[in-house]
Structure formats: C-alpha cells, structure tokens
C-alpha cells in the first residue's frame, strides 16, 4: 500500500475535501464532554514540531508519557478504595475487609461533621453523623479505626482537608500508641484547602490562616514525616462541581503552584517537600480527553518545577497522582450501566498512567455503596490489570495523533486559565474573588442545557429511558450509630484530664496567634484527648471563621 | 399556568453540612433565567436560618438540596418550623439523592415534590410554575 504524504497541511486538507466533505454528518455535537471541538481526523500534522521535547520517553522528562520507566511492568497502580461509615468500629471492619480482598493501601471518608470540625454532639451535626463517612472526634476514635491494623506497614489515605492538620495529629499519636513513629508513617493527607473554597466547600478557617495551616504541615512533614505525603492537589472535586477537564487541570495545577509558594516563601528547599506533593484527578467518562489530561499534567508540572521553582531533584518533577471514576457520571436510572461507565472510566484512567485508582461502586447515585457493589468496583481494576492486557506496555497512546493534539491543546488551556489567575493577583485573590468558582458554575450549567435540550445523550436519563427502573438494594446508615458516637466521645471527655486539655488549647491558640508551627500543639492537643471540635473552635478564636458569598 | 404580573420567589436552600451545591446553584439559575426572583441562601444553613429568609423574603417556594443523606433529620425540622410560623402555604420541594422508600414519608411531612438525580432542569422550572398559585 503505497502512502502519498503530499507535505505537512496538505494530506489532512485534500482528504477533508475530497474524501470527507462527499458525505454529511449525523446531526450530533463532535466535541468533548468539556466543550473542546474534535476534528473528523487527527494526522501527522497535529503532533508537535518536537517529539522529543514535547513526549519524549516514559521516566524522563517531560514525563508526558509517565513518571517511570517500566510503569505497570514494574508495578500495578495501587488499588485504593475510598471507604469509610458510621463510627470507627465499622470503618475498620470494611478496611479489614477490603485488605482481605486484595486491596493494597487504606482510603478514610470521612463524615460531614468530621471534614467541618465539628464534634458529634455539635447542633449542626445532627443527622449527619456517621453518613457520608466515618466519624472521628478523638485520638480514641483513630486508634480504634485502626485497631489490628499495623500502621507502620500499611500506607493510609485520609481525604480530609480544613481540619487535616488534626487528623494528621491524631493518626500520629495513634500510631505512637502502636510503637510506631511519624518517620515510619507512609501515606496521604488530602489538606488542599484551596479546592475547598474553589468547589467541595468544607471550611474552617478564612483562606489566609488556612494556607498558613497547609503550609505548617508541609514543613512538619519536610522534618519529622519523610514517608508522609502532606497535601493532595485535588482536581477531583472541582470537576464533580461541574468544571470541564480544561479547568480540572488548570485550577489544580495552579493550586499546586500556590502551595509551592508558599513553602518556599516558609524558607524551605523546593527540593525538601516538592516529592512529597502528590495528586489527585477525576477519571471522567470522555476517554481521550481524560488520558490527554494526565499527560498534560505531568508535563506542565515537570516543566514549571524545574523552570520556573528551581527543583533540580527529579523526585520534585513527577506528577505522581491518584484518580477517582467520576462519580457525576454516574445514574440513578438503570444503576447497572454504572459498572460499565467506572470500566471505561478506570481504563482511561490507567491509559493515562495513574499511580494509583479508586473505582465507583455502581449504586452511588443512590447512597453509600454496599459491600457487593464496592466487590464489583474493585474486581473492576483486577480485570483492567489481569485481563486486558493494557499494562503490559508504557503509555500505549503515545503518538496517537489524536491523544497527542488533545494533550497539546489541554496544556494550551491550562496555561490560558494560568495567566487569567496570574492577572487578577494569583490563585488566593482569585478564589476571594470567586473566579474560579464562577467558571465552573457557568461550565456546568452550559453541560446542564445541552443535557436538557437532548444535545448530549446520557443512556437511562434523557435517552434509552425504562419505566419502572428496577430497585437495587442500598446501604442505610443505622441512626442508632449517631447517639453510640455521642457516648464514645462524652466517655472520652469524663476519662481525659480537663486541665491538661485546657493547657494544651491555650497553648495552641498562643501559637497560632504568634506564628509558630502548629503541628506540634496540635499533637500535644491529641495526646491529651481535646475533641476535633474542641481544637477547631479555639483556632477559630484566633483565625476567625469563612462564611462565602455565592455565585451562580 | 397563568402568573399574571407577579413575579415568583423562591429561596433555594443549602441545609446542613453539605457542600454539593452543583444542583442547587443550576436550578437557582434556571429558576432566574424563568423570570423567578430567586434567593440563594448559599452553604451550610440551619433549618433556623432557612425558614427566617423563607419568612423575610415573602417566597412563594422554598427548594431544598441535600446531597448529604441527612434529609430525614432535616426536612422534617424546616417542614415542622415553617407551620410553626404560619408558613404552611409556602410551596416546599426537596431535590438530591433521596432514596425512593423516604419519599412518602416526606410528603405526609409536607413536601409538595421530590426531585431525584435525573430531573431535568425544565421540569423543575415547571413543576414551581405550576405549584405557585397565581
């Protein structure tokens, strides 16, 4: 078969023309869940001038196509199930569970009242306690959620961020109580509270004191916990607020920016902490956007680490991640599609070189999953990894003309909305003055209309609907479980010293009101068994509290 | 249906700690775009808090968003407040992921409608339209 390139911006132009142009298009919109257009045809010409510079080689820089060399020969990603419901004695009957079953590392949801800093017996936390996750009031409460569990040997994810610095205290002074020390420690603590503001929207403090707080634990982390990554820069949220991947990545990425930053403005090495920054994205149903997306992520973060922060240890470069299947993706009608929307979802995932992966349960537009529903999600990721047979080779859709014109054209994006934010005075000042926020309100009302007027199809909602859809057994959280986390915690407050827990408050607010660390009161607050709310509340005697002014 | 001249408000309401406001802030505007007055209470309001704006804003409907699972411990609070104020005609609609057995029991409370994960947007509009007396 004879091949006639006729030249770069000929052979695509001549076929369009004479090949393509001869028959019509489906009356449907050819763009990408986010809006970007997809051309007929992706050729030659729409790689970049540079392969080298631009994709180069797996474990080099850029990374483009993945942060090590063997990727999945060396090592399958982690499987790491998010789970986490009612008190501490459930939560760790499913984290035994789920290492039973072959799952690697541990993943705590927390719930509502325990991601606000709010104890269980708070007025606001009535109803919510125990729901969406586990509830955690005291160093007791953490040591129970990992009662036979050694913690030195398995590595934690705890997805929680305005009170991270109190979490990270107790696990520390739990893990003590195990014979085992910080520096031993390895895991995740989410901590970005810049996401917060821009779209989960758990708060406890103003913005400022809160980096203040983020960057106190980055440089405790930096000295006393080297296995510990102290922040996970979240795009996952910001997408399941309605952004498009554009703004995932580029609202991400910038928060990472801002917390370098701030560490260096701290007086720290980039060199010290930058390894220990880890990410975490969205695993959406638009499969080649998504792989684009990670790839553009690794390359953009090497890029400015290196040029622009000065990092000259590799380490520093990589854009390690986690992802998460989208969970806005998923249906309350025909729930049973859901399996196949997180398959796709995990395999773009992977496809795009993720470290490690957290599958949806299909039931979860529903309510929390059951155990059966969390089984399928994690047998999901084995058939990706047992059967496919995609690991067996680094980045496979690499110089795919299309993935590769898609990853150009996200980092284009990223780096617009980087300069819009550079403009109006930097991430912080943007978030004050909620443009990112409103960004990804109007991307999600734009997807919102385009669902409602038939444009986009979504299978069992507004297309292929059933009457009737069949009811799937769900998870109901025991209402019993509230008042049980009331009483673990009141015993905890009559055991406990008062005075030595007033001490140490007051020690805390004297810290924070003079600018020294908070990790080490706060650890001191946790050995002495002060409540989450407890402490909460006397940082907020001293920083203040966040009350948002909303755009829609 | 007919709203004559009057303009409808409506507050739509964050209650509890939930901060899934994706929902309420697309109905919220398409509420606006539909020529309502619409009143977004924003996050992490009291059942208090939501039945006083209900009462200063004079609304016709009050739309709840709870994404949290925690709707059984506070709709029935807003439904209970807002006749404890006089308040009963104020048209009280709950969006978010409720699970069909909880339905029943929220309309015997007082709640007009229950609109699930899947609801157009249009419907909604319609649905206040239609519930509003003109």
Same mark, same amino acid.
Request: proline share 10%; net charge negative; glycine share 10%.
């Given at each position: 078969m004879a091949t006639q390139l006729t030249g770069k911006g000929k052979g695509k132009d001549r076929w369009r023309a004479?090949?393509?142009?001869a028959k019509p298009e489906r009356?449907? =919109?050819? *763009?990408?869940? $986010?809006?970007e257009p997809v051309e007929p045809l992706y050729t030659e010409?729409?790689?970049?001038?540079?392969l080298d510079a631009?994709?180069?080689?797996?474990?080099?820089?850029?990374?483009?196509?993945?942060?090590?060399? $063997?990727m999945y020969r060396g090592r399958l990603w982690t499987v790491r199930q998010f789970a986490g419901f009612g008190t501490a004695e459930e939560t760790n009957e499913r984290f035994r569970y789920l290492l039973g079953h072959g799952q690697h590392g541990l993943s705590t949801a927390f719930d509502m009242p325990s991601l606000m800093g709010?104890? $269980?017996?708070? /007025?606001? %936390?009535e109803g919510e306690v125990g729901r969406e996750g586990v509830a955690i009031d005291t160093t007791e409460d953490m040591e129970t959620l990992f009662r036979g569990i050694p913690m030195g040997e398995v590595s934690t994810s705890m997805t929680i961020n305005a009170p991270a610095a109190v979490m990270l205290a107790y696990y520390v002074v739990a893990a003590e109580r195990q014979g +085992?020390?910080?520096? !031993?420690l390895a895991g995740t603590i989410q901590t970005d509270i810049l996401k917060e503001y821009i779209a !989960?929207?758990?708060?406890?403090?103003?913005v400022d004191p809160a980096m203040r707080l983020v960057t106190d634990m980055i440089e405790y982390c930096a000295k006393?916990?080297?296995?510990?990554?102290?922040?996970?820069? %979240?795009g996952y949220h910001i997408r399941e607020a309605g952004s498009t991947a554009q703004q995932e990545l580029a609202f991400t990425l910038k928060d990472g920016f801002t917390y370098v930053e701030h560490a260096l403005e701290r007086g720290l090495d980039v060199d010290d902490f930058a390894p220990r920054l880890s990410f975490f994205f969205n695993a959406h149903i638009d499969f080649f956007e998504e792989i684009a997306k990670y790839r553009a992520a690794r390359r953009i973060w090497a890029r400015e680490l290196r040029? *622009?922060?000065? /990092?000259?240890?590799?380490?520093?470069?990589l854009m390690r991640c986690h992802a998460q299947t989208a969970? @806005? %993706?998923?249906? /309350?009608?025909?729930?049973?599609?859901n399996v196949t929307r997180t398959a796709i979802e995990a395999l773009a995932a992977v496809l795009g070189g993720t470290q490690s992966l957290h599958t949806n349960s299909f039931d979860e537009a529903l309510a929390l999953p059951t155990e059966e529903a969390v089984r399928v999600a994690l047998r999901t990721q084995q058939v990706i990894a047992e059967? *496919?047979? @995609? +690991?067996?080779? /680094?980045?496979? =859709?690499?110089?795919?003309y299309f993935v590769e014109a898609l990853t150009d054209r996200m980092e284009e994006a990223a780096y617009a909305y980087f300069a819009q934010i550079d403009e109006l005075g930097g991430m912080v000042e943007a978030i004050k003055q909620n443009y990112p926020q409103r960004e990804i309100a109007d991307a999600s009302f734009t997807y919102q209309q385009e669902v409602d007027a038939g444009q986009r199809i979504v299978v069992g909602v507004n297309g292929y609907r059933e009457g009737g859809d069949g009811q799937i057994a769900t998870l109901r959280i025991d209402p019993e479980l509230e008042r049980k986390q009331i009483g673990r915690l009141q015993a905890v407050r009559t055991r406990r010293t008062g005075a030595d827990v007033e001490s140490n408050l007051a020690t805390l607010r004297d810290a924070a009101a003079n600018d020294r660390n908070l990790m080490y009161p706060l650890i001191e607050c946790a050995r002495a068994h002060a409540s989450e709310g407890e402490i909460v509340e006397s940082l907020q005697q001293v920083f203040g509290t966040y009350t948002e002014t909303p755009v829609f | 249906m007919a709203q004559g001249n009057r303009k409808i408000r409506v507050v739509v309401a964050k209650p509890g700690l939930?901060?899934?406001?994706r929902g309420a802030k697309i109905i919220a505007r398409a509420l606006r775009d539909a020529g309502m007055e619409v009143i977004y209470t924003g996050l992490h309001q009291t059942p208090e808090q939501i039945v006083e704006t209900v009462l200063q804003e004079d609304a016709h409907a009050v739309g709840l968003s709870i994404l949290s699972g925690a709707h059984m411990t506070l709709v029935p609070r807003i439904a209970k407040l807002l006749g404890e104020q006089g308040a009963e005609e104020v048209v009280l609609v709950v969006g978010g992921t409720?699970?069909?057995?909880d339905i029943p029991e929220l309309k015997e409370l007082g709640v007009a409608e229950v609109f699930t994960p899947g609801s157009s947007v249009q419907e909604i509009v319609d649905y206040i339209q239609g519930a509003v007396p003109a």
């Open positions: 004479e090949r393509y142009a009356d449907a =919109l050819f *763009t990408t869940i $986010s809006g010409e729409d790689l970049p001038a540079d631009e994709i180069g080689l797996p474990g080099e820089f850029p990374y483009t196509r993945g942060v090590y060399p $063997s709010h104890d $269980s017996d708070h /007025a606001k %936390s +085992v020390a910080p520096e !031993q !989960q929207k758990e708060w406890c403090f103003p006393d916990m080297p296995r510990w990554h102290p922040v996970s820069i %979240s040029d *622009t922060y000065g /990092a000259r240890d590799e380490r520093s470069l969970g @806005v %993706s998923l249906t /309350a009608q025909q729930p049973l599609n059967e *496919t047979g @995609v +690991v067996h080779t /680094a980045d496979p =859709l690499g110089g795919s | 939930d901060g899934h406001d409720i699970p069909q057995d």
